[in-house]
Nanobody, 117 residues
């Protein structure tokens, strides 16, 4: 079983930056996919960015050029650097872990990001 703990959320003004971290512990597969999703009030959870254990990335169009996902495999930690934040980025951000395509996702508890205008 894998356990995820997120940190780094908070309140920031539009145009500002935040860095989220997600540390994984437990039975971590050597090859896996980790990423970030977000859910705003009244909306469905949506993909923000994914990164594979070999460093391949995928981003939602809404965050391309502003957000950067990275990972430290030695520490089983994934990061999300968020720049040029907009009020519409306000949401609870969730980290996820998937050992292989089609496997159930493991979720963190979420961290709140609030961007004021």
């Amino acid at each position: 079983q894998v356990h995820l703990v997120e940190s780094g959320g908070g309140l920031v003004q539009a145009g500002g930056s935040l860095r989220l971290s997600c540390s994984a512990s437990g039975r971590i597969s050597r090859t896996n996919v980790m990423g970030w999703y977000r859910q705003a009030p009244g909306k469905q959870r949506e993909l923000v960015a994914l990164i594979t254990s070999d460093g391949s990335t995928n981003y939602a169009n809404s965050v391309k050029g502003r957000f950067t996902i990275s990972r430290d495999n030695a520490r089983n930690t994934v990061y999300l650097q968020m720049n040029s934040l907009k009020p519409e980025d306000t949401a609870v951000y969730y980290c996820d872990y998937q050992p292989f395509t089609g496997a159930p996702l493991t979720w963190g508890q979420g961290t709140q990001v609030t961007v004021s205008s």
